[in-house]
């Protein structure tokens, strides 16, 4: 297990528990509405602050990984994501519930942004799209889980039996890390933990670089958070829209490896990307506007997950490895920003205007921004010299 695949498949099986915690609040919802009375707007901000300790946390989290070792902290991390689903599950009011899911999505940033800096350390300069796609796929992996099981478990025994059950996984993933996990040996011992550091080049393409991941996550978020609720109120049943909405995100695991697999093979991840993005814009509208969700919920899925690897790649691109903590944490803070606020606007959409389809159109608007995005950021790419041009140019034949 001393490889770089071994280290890869312990680093993914403990972030398959992060995408299971994540998801569920969303796939016990209206358990939590019947149970403890939370309306849509407080369900939107429950799923919303998993993320947006990501805002202050990610760049302190890449700082303490340099500082105390990417190990130590990932570990950390764990244990908070094992105290918050026991924390959720003992609540019994907003407040409370608020409380340990920020604990838990605290423990959940530090983990996240740690696993993709020790992925990048060990396959920078190698297989670095095709690794990328994996460790991605692990969040639609948890969360499809937890579509899967979280809402019949809640159902079978009690809503809190789901929380204790992410804290099991969170346990399980950080005995892995434990036992499995070693510095690559290319790392540089010493990792830059001044923001100063950082060259100008490498703050502004890293901005640039970072935006497209978050707009690509957070329609993704919007999507698995609200999608259940709108089948429901569409008529189906908690688990049938559960089992719709993991039928998508199971296809879309199976779309992000084959991404990954077709840029390592033959390249061009910005026409992969673009064309990717609008389909998933085209089926978006016509689930919305359909009355069979099925077929446009499988073409969603096929193609959603296509230009994964190559956002989550693009900030490798922009950083030395020896400001590579530091600025993964920066480019986490910038991720967590987009991403958070998103669950948050949409539940707040959803119950201003009485529809669960808000947050739909709300994803559907975000693809498009993030296909700018990624324009903009290819061109400032190309503007830089020595900022990400070899690994480009390797991807680009």
Request: proline share 5%; glycine share 10%; no cysteine.
């Given at each position: 297990m001393a490889n770089r695949w071994g280290i890869l498949a312990a680093l993914s099986f403990a972030r398959v528990g992060m995408g299971f915690q994540f998801q569920t609040v969303a796939a016990t919802a209206p358990l939590l509405s019947d149970r403890l009375g939370f309306d849509k707007a407080q369900i939107g901000w429950l799923i919303g602050l998993y993320l947006l300790p990501g805002v202050l946390v990610a760049l302190p989290g890449g700082m303490l990984g340099a500082r105390f070792g990417d190990k130590r902290m990932a570990l950390i991390g764990l244990a908070m994501m094992i105290l918050g689903g026991i924390g959720f599950a003992a609540s019994e009011s907003i407040g409370g519930a608020?409380?340990?899911?920020?604990?838990?999505?605290?423990?959940?940033?530090?983990?996240?942004?740690?696993?993709?800096?020790?992925?990048?350390?060990?396959?920078?300069?190698?297989?670095?799209?095709?690794?990328?796609?994996?460790?991605?796929?692990?969040?639609?992996?948890?969360v499809g889980l937890?579509?899967?099981?979280?809402?019949?478990?809640?159902?079978?025994?009690?809503?809190?039996?789901?929380?204790?059950?992410?804290?099991?996984?969170?346990?399980?993933?950080?005995?892995?890390?434990?036992?499995?996990?070693?510095?690559?040996?290319?790392?540089?011992?010493?990792?830059?933990?001044?923001?100063?550091?950082?060259?100008?080049?490498?703050?502004?393409?890293?901005?640039?670089?970072?935006?497209?991941?978050?707009?690509?996550?957070?329609?993704?978020?919007?999507?698995?958070?609200?999608?259940?609720?709108?089948?429901?109120?569409?008529?189906?049943?908690?688990?049938?829209?559960?089992?719709?909405?993991a039928i998508n995100t199971l296809l879309a695991i199976v779309?992000?490896?084959?991404?990954?697999?077709?840029?390592?093979?033959?390249?061009?991840?910005d026409r992969l990307a673009f064309a990717s993005l609008a389909g998933i814009v085209v089926a978006m509208v016509g689930l919305i506007n359909s009355q069979s969700p099925l077929p446009w919920i499988i073409a969603s899925g096929l193609v959603a997950g296509l230009p994964a690897g190559v956002f989550a790649s693009l900030p490798g691109e922009a950083l030395r490895a020896e400001s590579r903590a530091t600025g993964m944490g920066i480019s986490y803070t910038i991720f967590y920003a987009g991403t958070a606020a998103a669950p948050v606007i949409g539940g707040a959409l959803a119950k201003h205007l009485g529809s669960s389809a808000a947050p739909l159109w709300m994803a559907a608007a975000l693809v498009v921004v993030c296909a700018a995005a990624h324009a903009v950021f290819r061109g400032l790419?190309?503007?830089?010299?020595?900022?990400?041009?070899?690994v480009h140019a390797r991807r680009n034949p």
């Open positions: 608020s409380v340990a899911r920020a604990v838990m999505g605290v423990g959940a940033v530090l983990m996240n942004v740690l696993l993709f800096k020790m992925t990048t350390d060990w396959f920078a300069g190698k297989e670095m799209v095709l690794a990328m796609s994996i460790l991605v796929n692990t969040w639609p992996i948890g937890a579509l899967l099981g979280q809402g019949a478990l809640a159902l079978a025994v009690s809503w809190q039996s789901a929380f204790l059950a992410t804290s099991m996984l969170a346990a399980i993933g950080m005995v892995v890390i434990w036992l499995v996990y070693r510095p690559a040996a290319g790392a540089p011992a010493a990792q830059t933990v001044d923001l100063a550091a950082l060259s100008a080049s490498e703050w502004k393409i890293l901005i640039f670089a970072s935006l497209p991941w978050a707009l690509y996550n957070a329609p993704y978020l919007l999507i698995v958070a609200f999608l259940p609720s709108y089948l429901v109120e569409q008529g189906h049943s908690i688990v049938t829209a559960g089992g719709l909405t779309s992000v490896q084959a991404g990954g697999i077709l840029v390592q093979r033959f390249g061009h991840p790419q190309r503007g830089t010299p020595g900022v990400g041009q070899a």
